[in-house]
């Protein structure tokens, strides 16, 4: 993604999330996420769900090295979590957000 498209949408948490298929690891993740994105960010973020089993070039381009991996693409700096998403407090530190603010 692209700096100039990153500013078109500089009020909205821009993330990726790399799961391995409908197991039920990437199932907890994407739970989770979605809970997020709705209590804590007011539906104010943008989810790419992207299946490394469909596709894998996505994957390896990401540098993606283990699964679920969450990665914050705005607001910058990028960050990553890697492994199991399930601990929403690890999850909120993760992208910055304390109390339903974001840092």
């Known amino acids: 993604m692209g700096v100039k498209t990153l500013?078109?949408?500089m009020g909205k948490?821009?993330?990726?999330?790399?799961?391995?298929g409908?197991?039920?690891?990437?199932v907890e993740a994407i739970e989770t996420l979605q809970n997020i994105?709705?209590?804590?960010?007011h539906g104010n973020c943008e989810v790419e769900i992207v299946d490394v089993l469909k596709n894998?070039?996505?994957?390896?381009?990401?540098?993606?090295?283990?699964?679920p991996t969450l990665i914050r693409?705005?607001?910058l700096p990028e960050s990553r979590i890697i492994g199991a998403l399930t601990?929403?407090?690890r999850v909120l530190a993760g992208l910055g957000i304390t109390n339903g603010?974001?840092?």
């Open 87 to 89: 601990i929403k407090s």
């Open 101 to 103: 603010n974001t840092h």
């Open 13 to 20: 948490h821009i993330l990726e999330l790399y799961v391995n």
């Open 37 to 41: 994105c709705e209590e804590h960010l």
């Open 56 to 67: 894998p070039e996505r994957a390896e381009e990401a540098g993606i090295l283990a699964i």
């Open 22 to 26: 409908s197991s039920l690891t990437s």
């Open 7 to 9: 500013q078109s949408k």
């Open 73 to 75: 693409k705005w607001p």
